[in-house]
C-alpha cells in the first residue's frame, strides 16, 4: 500500500456520510422527540385541508369568540372562525417559507464558506468582511427594509430570511472547512491533480455534512420564528392566511377583554414546533460530540 492510498483511507475515516449521521440521530432520544414533533406538523401541513372540521376561512360572525368547546375545540377568533381549524391548516404557511428560506441560507451559506476556507487569503479577507457587514446590521431591520421595499410577498420573505442566514452559515462552515484542508486526504486530492471544485464538493463537503444538518436544523427554528414575527408586525404573511403570526396579530388586541383562546393556541403552536427543531438540532449536535 502506498502513502497515497494511505491518504485516501484517512479521507474515509473523517467525519460521516448521511447515513451514518441517520443512524446516530436514531439514537439520540432528543433528536427522535423533536423529529416526531415536528413529523406532526409536516402532516398537519400536507393533510390538514382533508381532517378539520370546518373551513379554516369560513366567516360567522355570529359565533365570534366562542370559548373552547366540544363544537370548537380551540374557540373561534373575531370572526367566527374555527381556531382549531386555523391552527391545522396554518401549518401550511410556516412549511412553504421557513425551510426554502433555510435551504436558501443553508446552501449559499455552505458555498461561501467553502470558497472562504479552501482559498483563505484575499478571498478569505474579502468575503470575511462583506460576510461581518451582514452579520452587524440588525436582523429585523433588514427584513423590513426590504420588505418595505420589495412588498410582503413569500418569495420577499424567503430571499430576505434566506440572505440574512448566509453569513452565520458561512462562518461556521469556513471554521470546519480550514480544519479539513490540512488533512492529508486534501493533500492526496492535491496530489491527484484534483481541481479545487473536486475538492470542495466531493472531498470535504462529505465530511462537514453533519455540520451543515445541525446549522439547517438550528436555523429552521430561528427562520420559523422569523416568518411568525414578521406576520405578527404586519409585514409578513397577509390576511386572511391562517398563519399563525397572524393570528396572533389579530387576536392580540382583544386579549385585555378576556378572549385570550385565539392568541394563545397559535402561540403554543409556534412554540411547540420551535421546540421541535431545536431538539431536533441539539440531538444531532449531541451525536456529534458537541
Request: with cysteine.
Amino acid at each position: 500500500m502506498n502513502a497515497t492510498d494511505d491518504m485516501t483511507e484517512t479521507k474515509a475515516d473523517v467525519g460521516g456520510g448521511a447515513s451514518d449521521l441517520l443512524r446516530q440521530i436514531g439514537q439520540s432520544k432528543l433528536a427522535v422527540f423533536g423529529a416526531f414533533i415536528l413529523l406532526f406538523w409536516v402532516i398537519c401541513a400536507a393533510f390538514g385541508y382533508l381532517v378539520v372540521p370546518y373551513d379554516p376561512l369560513a366567516l360567522d360572525p355570529l359565533r365570534s369568540f366562542a370559548p373552547p368547546s366540544a363544537e370548537h375545540f380551540f374557540g373561534t377568533d373575531a370572526l367566527g372562525r374555527d381556531v382549531f381549524s386555523r391552527i391545522i391548516v396554518g401549518s401550511r404557511e410556516i412549511f412553504l417559507v421557513a425551510p426554502i428560506a433555510t435551504l436558501l441560507g443553508v446552501v449559499m451559506g455552505t458555498m461561501v464558506g467553502l470558497i472562504m476556507g479552501y482559498f483563505r487569503g484575499p478571498i478569505d479577507a474579502v468575503l470575511g468582511r462583506l460576510m461581518d457587514a451582514v452579520i452587524s446590521l440588525p436582523t429585523v431591520v433588514v427584513a423590513l427594509v426590504a420588505l418595505a421595499a420589495l412588498g410582503p410577498s413569500k418569495i420577499t420573505i424567503v430571499l430576505v430570511v434566506g440572505f440574512v442566514f448566509l453569513p452565520y452559515v458561512a462562518r461556521t462552515i469556513r471554521t470546519a472547512v480550514l480544519h479539513e484542508r490540512e488533512l492529508e486526504y486534501i493533500e492526496a486530492a492535491k496530489i491527484r491533480g484534483e481541481n479545487a471544485l473536486y475538492i470542495m464538493t466531493v472531498e470535504i463537503l462529505p465530511n462537514v455534512f453533519s455540520l451543515v444538518v445541525v446549522e439547517a436544523t438550528v436555523r429552521l427554528g430561528y427562520a420559523i420564528f422569523a416568518v411568525t414575527t414578521l406576520s405578527f408586525i404586519g409585514f409578513g404573511i397577509q390576511p386572511p392566511s391562517p398563519d399563525w403570526g397572524l393570528a396572533i396579530f389579530e387576536g392580540y388586541g382583544f386579549l385585555a377583554a378576556g378572549f385570550w383562546w385565539p392568541t394563545l393556541f397559535p402561540a403554543l403552536a409556534i412554540a411547540s414546533l420551535v421546540v421541535s427543531v431545536n431538539l431536533l438540532a441539539d440531538g444531532i449536535a449531541e451525536t456529534r460530540g458537541e
